[in-house]
């Protein structure tokens, strides 16, 4: 293919190029551009190239070739379509439905959105993203526009994720700061010191129980403050989500200590007669807490991965040879 001009090449292989950057076969895509560096002009009828389609349709393999590009990769990045859009006018527009799927929970829609939309903006020039549209639309307008609905979402969302954790931040905070203050065995008549003080078991009652009021204060806290969150737009992108992963798992701290310290209760109490009690104990005090990690584990890892792991954009492919 290297011998044919830009016509012969665009008649033979600009139909599949598009169709893979859409489709996001970002092999095929490199594949024809190693063969034919050229291709990267390759426009469809609405005068998109491939990256348009990639952005359009949220193909972060393709878009991900940005990353092995040299610089005459600006040539192609500030490309402007029939109706003068650039690609991130593009990627300030909603992405498809089973794109959004990807993750769970609306503010982590939002969330990808605003990576999707920061990650643009790094190739394009200053004098591009400050471009209106021909309908006379800046990059923002569109973003702020087409993210209405999912913006009141996400908020509905954060919001009642919040208070339901909440509620149970405030229980246990109401429990074991109970327990601190009525201690197993109760207190010496002439020094105060509480009866079992000497005792390991209650050492970890005790370690266990201000561990787990400590953590469930500070989940609760974590709570409130997304709950009076004033919800703009760049909030859903590090906030909001850092809020919640502390509040998640503060809170599965505070049930896996607070579980700890009741054991350890029902040690003091019965545990030296009555041996057979452990085991039966020891059993129930797990049901608790794999009951919040399978409930909750799936929620708390994606927050997380969205938020402090290398995301979509970190990943590179694993072909070596470089993209024109």
């Known amino acids: 293919m290297e011998s044919l001009d830009y016509n012969d090449a665009a008649a033979i292989c600009s139909e599949t190029m598009l169709t893979a950057a859409e489709s996001g076969s970002h092999d095929v895509v490199l594949e024809i551009v190693e063969t034919f560096p050229l291709a990267v002009h390759f426009r469809n009828s609405l005068d998109q190239n491939f990256l348009h389609l990639a952005i359009k349709n949220r193909c ?61 903006s790094k190739f394009v020039s200053s004098y591009t993203r400050g471009l209106q549209n021909y309908s006379g639309k800046t990059v923002e307008m569109i973003f702020t526009e087409e993210h209405r609905e999912l913006k009141i979402d996400g908020e509905t969302w954060m919001k009642d994720t919040a208070n339901s954790c909440s509620i149970a931040a405030a229980l246990i905070v109401t429990v074991v700061f109970v327990a601190a203050i009525t201690v197993p065995g109760g207190n010496q008549s002439d020094t105060g010191y509480p009866m079992l003080y000497e005792s390991s078991a209650f050492t970890i009652f005790a370690v266990s129980d201000a561990v787990s009021l400590f953590t469930s204060f500070t989940s609760l806290l974590m709570f409130l403050s997304i709950l009076t969150s004033r919800y703009a737009e760049h909030d859903f992108l590090y906030a909001l989500p850092k809020r919640l992963s502390i509040g998640l798992f503060t809170l599965f701290l505070s049930i896996l200590f607070m579980m700890i310290a009741f054991s350890s209760t029902l040690y003091l109490v019965f545990g030296r007669k009555k041996a057979w009690v452990l085991l039966p104990v020891g059993a129930l005090t797990c049901l608790p807490i794999s009951s919040f990690v399978l409930l909750q584990y799936t929620l708390l890892r994606d927050v997380i991965s969205s938020t402090y792991g290398g995301g979509v954009f970190g990943k590179q492919s694993i072909r070596t040879r470089t993209f024109p």
């Open 60 to 120: 972060e393999n393709v878009f991900n070739l940005l990353n092995m590009t040299s610089m005459c990769r600006y040539q192609y990045a500030n490309a402007i379509d029939n109706d003068g859009n650039s690609i991130l006018h593009l990627a300030a527009r909603l992405a498809l439905f089973h794109k959004l799927n990807l993750v769970s929970g609306a503010a982590l829609h939002m969330q990808r959105e605003i990576q999707w939309f920061q990650e643009t």
